[in-house]
């Protein structure tokens, strides 16, 4: 959905996730593990929308907060749209 505004649950892909002093970034899961919890085949309907996760990495964690799928992330994986090259390759 790379030149849709929104994303798989709805959210404005410009719409800032910070809450208060802290940093989250948007992450889009793999289809394997957010399909199966799809209400109706609406995908917004999805309980993963808007869920947070710690991912951690040898430079420490970030939280992320699930806001689309990835249809071509394999299950396991998850699709980080902020910059943080440097971050995730290190993981």
């Known amino acids: ?15 800032s996730l910070d809450e208060n002093d802290e940093k989250i970034y948007t992450a ?12 109706n085949g609406i995908p917004s309907t999805n309980p993963i929308c808007q869920k947070k996760a710690i991912v951690k990495g040898v430079k420490g964690e970030i ?19 902020d910059n943080m090259d440097s971050f995730i390759q290190s993981f």
């Open 1 to 15: 959905m790379a030149g849709s505004l929104y994303s798989t649950c709805g959210t404005s892909r410009a719409r």
């Open 28 to 39: 889009a899961l793999n289809e394997a593990q957010f399909d199966p919890y799809t209400v």
């Open 63 to 81: 939280v992320v907060r699930f806001v689309d799928r990835c249809r071509d992330c394999k299950e396991g994986i998850c699709h980080q749209f």
